[in-house]
Each structure stands twice: as C-alpha cells, then as structure tokens.
C-alpha cells in the first residue's frame, strides 16, 4: 500500500467545488510538507499548494489562489484541498506528496523541491478532478 492515500476526485461543472483529502498511512506527518500536485498528459507536472505541519504555513501556485484552500485535519495525519469555482483548465490528476521538512527551506521552497526531487517525498496514487459542462 501506497504511504498516502487520496480520496474526493470527481467530476463538476465549470464553477463547481471538489474536496481532496490525503491520509498517511503508516507514518506520522509530524515534521513535513505536505503538497498537492497536479499534471496534465503532455504537461509538466505542477505544484498546486502545500502546507508545513511545522507551523501550517502555506503555499498556493498563482493559479489557484483564492479559489483552493489547503489544510490540516483535527487528526493532524490528514491534508485537505478544497477547490472552490473549479475552472476547465483544473482538470488533471491531482497527487498528494509528503516530504520531511528542511528547516532553512519556506512552505514555497519545499514545495518546489517535491516538484523537482520527486525521490524525496512520499507520493500517493493520484486521483482525477475533471472539470466540465
């Protein structure tokens, strides 16, 4: 089994709402950033959002701010995405990513380290969002 499971992909309408959540199985996420990324066939992966579970500092790609919200569950060992007035081009598979915080590096750093140095994160299954009237 995956060490992170994800779950709420689906498909919504233009404008519509999508919930993801990611579940750490078998580990703690005491210490890391947790991300959510997304890819397209064709298209480089992209880093979405991330959060440290340090001091839930966040991260959001200009693409989605305002309209996606990361967060902790009260069981501090869940990441939530809620993704508010979807638009098309937010269709991919979304990816859940964990990886021990460096203590120098900002939320955005270790978000792009993930994007980069994929080895060095824990990743889930992946889970389609399609966007579409």
């Known amino acids: 089994q995956l060490p992170l499971v994800e779950s709420g992909g689906g498909s919504v309408q233009p404008g519509g709402s999508l919930r993801l959540s990611c579940t750490a199985v078998?580990?703690?996420?005491?210490?890391?950033?947790v991300g959510w990324f997304r890819q397209v066939p064709g298209k480089e992966r992209e880093g979405v959002s991330c959060?440290?579970?340090?001091?839930?500092?966040?991260y959001y790609a200009d693409s989605v701010k305002g309209r996606f919200t990361i967060s902790r569950g009260s069981d501090k060992n869940t990441v939530s995405l809620q993704m508010d007035s979807l638009e098309r081009e937010d269709t991919a598979v979304y990816y859940c990513a964990a990886a021990v915080l460096n203590p120098i590096a900002s939320i955005h750093g270790m978000c792009n380290m993930i994007g980069v140095e994929s080895d060095s994160a824990y990743w889930g299954q992946g889970t389609q969002v399609t966007v579409s009237s």
């Open positions: 959060i440290s579970t340090r001091d839930d500092s966040t």
């Open positions: 078998g580990f703690i996420l005491d210490y890391y950033a």
